[in-house]
């Protein structure tokens, strides 16, 4: 079915399958605003050219004391996704890596956004790190300014070719839109799955105005998801008459404009959290008070809690589990 045929207006609940499926607890963890590259176009609250992070026994007793509190919330299996500025430029990633793979789970998984811009041998010693988990995905964001197309693809397919789910993610700005999706084009040829991402604007609350109808329906509908032949479906919705519908990505559910959940049950905060700068957040869009800090502590929700926030804009929190009323 196309995913255009998804009737948004009539959905009552919907989730990523992983978390509505699992006992599976997510974290998206913005590290820092450290980054090796210095885009034009990258807004100034998101980068910056001088270490930020912290120590990293701080990190590590977050992880665990993350890990406690959802395992007394009833969740016994882990997703966490590291983000920048750039992951890899933190000195003691490896460290925290290792960290969190050193654990007794049954099912744990690791995410990354990142620029790809280590050599083949760091990426090499990353896989050998991480080959205990049961998934590993990675976001790789394309920077035409500072990374050269040939070697940036041959880097995805590596990972790829070592059972990680690659994606690349392009940033579709409107007036660039078309050099931009011949790029991901190139991308996709190559056997690599894309990401089209609308642009939002600097406070991240809404998507950017200039996209003609064209591009709209390309942005909804193009370079679905695959992997190892078989069609990637990560979103799972149901409409009020239990009709069951599927996506393939949460980054594409603004493109419908599906992104305003007020008062609808949430369970961000309860089934998940983010983490950014020393804030422990419920979700990055939400208007609510941070839940703590790494520093001072955190309290994650007993149970879910109604959405009090206009707009969810980012997919990190767009793919957390959301009902009209709460289900048993």
């Known amino acids: 079915m196309s995913f255009t045929l998804i ?5 009552v609940r919907f989730g990523q399958a992983n978390m509505l499926n699992k006992k599976l607890f997510n974290v998206s963890w913005i590290l820092g605003r450290f980054c090796n590259y210095k885009c034009s176009y990258c807004w100034p609250y998101a980068n910056t050219d001088k270490p930020d992070h912290l120590d990293i026994e701080v990190y590590k007793d977050t992880i665990d ?3 406690r509190q959802a395992r007394e919330n009833g969740f016994t299996e882990f997703h966490f996704s590291f983000s920048g500025g750039e992951p890899t430029a933190y000195k003691d990633f490896d460290k925290l890596i290792e960290h969190y793979c050193n654990d007794n789970v049954e099912y744990q998984s690791l995410h990354m956004t990142t620029n790809l811009s280590p050599g083949s041998k760091w ?3 990353w896989l050998l790190a991480t080959e205990c988990l049961q998934r590993r995905s990675i976001t790789a ?8 197309e040939q070697e940036f693809g041959d880097k995805c397919l590596q990972l790829i070719n070592s059972g990680v789910f690659v994606t690349i993610n392009q940033v579709m700005v409107p007036e660039l839109f078309d050099e931009y999706y011949d790029r991901c084009k190139r991308f996709s040829d190559r056997g690599i799955n894309v ?3 609308p642009q939002s604007d600097p406070t991240a609350s809404r998507i950017v105005d200039g996209y003609t109808e064209d591009q709209l329906e390309r942005l909804q509908t193009g370079f679905p998801q695959n992997w190892q032949g078989q069609k990637v479906m990560q979103m799972y919705f149901e409409d009020a008459k239990k009709n069951f519908y599927e996506l393939d ?3 594409r559910m603004n493109a419908f404009g599906f992104n305003k959940f007020k008062n609808w049950t949430c369970a961000a905060g309860h089934q998940s959290c983010v983490i950014r700068g020393v804030e422990v957040k419920r979700a990055y869009s939400c208007a609510e008070e941070p839940l703590g800090t790494l520093t001072g502590g955190f309290t994650l929700f007993k149970a879910p809690s109604k959405c009090v926030t206009g707009t969810c804009v980012s997919s990190a929190d767009s793919k957390i589990p959301k009902w009209k009323q709460y289900e048993n």
């Not at 009737?7 to 959905?11: A, K, Q, S, V």
Request: charged content about 30%.
């Open 249 to 251: 990505q949460a980054e």
């Open 7 to 11: 009737p948004f207006e009539n959905i």
């Open 123 to 125: 990426w090499t010693q």
């Open 65 to 67: 004391e993350i890990k």
């Open 195 to 197: 990401t089209l991402k």
């Open 141 to 148: 964001s394309y920077h035409a300014e500072f990374a050269k």
